[in-house]
C-alpha cells in the first residue's frame, strides 16, 4: 500500500493515515488479515512521529478496522458486508449531494444528470 499525506491539508496527519487505511480496506486493497507495517516502520517512512502513526492505528481498532496483537503487529479484521456496504452508501450519498449542488446552481436538470449518470455507469 502507498500511502502519501500532506504536511499542508487542513486534515491532521493522524486522520489522513486513518481516513487512506480505511479506504483501502473498504476497497480491499488491504485484505482481511493482512498484516499492517509496523508503527516505527510507517512512522519512519512518513518521516512523522510514531505518536502520530499510533493514534491513527488506535482510532482504527476503535472503529473495527484493524485489531492489534502485542508483540505480532497490527493486522485487517474481517469486517461485515452489511456495515461496509452502509459505509459505502453513506459516501456515494455525500456525493450525490454535492453534485445536487452543482446541478442547482449551473442549471442542470435532473433528467441531463440522470441521463450523465446512465451513460457513465454503462461505459464501466
Do not use: C, W
Not at 45 to 57: M, P
Not at 92 to 114: G, L, M, N, Q, V
Amino acid at each position: 500500500m502507498n500511502l502519501i499525506i500532506s504536511n499542508n491539508s487542513e486534515t491532521p496527519i493522524y486522520m489522513q493515515i486513518k481516513n487512506k487505511m480505511k479506504n483501502a480496506i473498504n476497497t480491499n486493497e488491504l485484505k482481511e488479515t493482512e498484516a499492517l507495517p509496523s508503527v516505527r516502520n510507517l512512522a519512519k517512512d512518513l518521516r512523522i512521529s510514531v505518536l502520530t502513526v499510533k493514534k491513527a492505528y488506535d482510532e482504527l481498532e476503535q472503529e473495527g478496522y484493524i485489531k492489534t496483537v502485542q508483540g505480532k503487529g497490527s493486522f485487517v479484521i474481517p469486517r461485515n458486508k452489511e456495515l461496509v456496504k452502509e459505509e459505502q452508501i453513506k459516501t456515494i450519498e455525500e456525493h450525490i449531494d454535492k453534485i445536487i449542488k452543482i446541478a442547482k446552481i449551473t442549471d442542470i436538470s435532473k433528467e441531463e444528470i440522470i441521463d450523465l449518470f446512465n451513460y457513465l455507469y454503462e461505459e464501466e
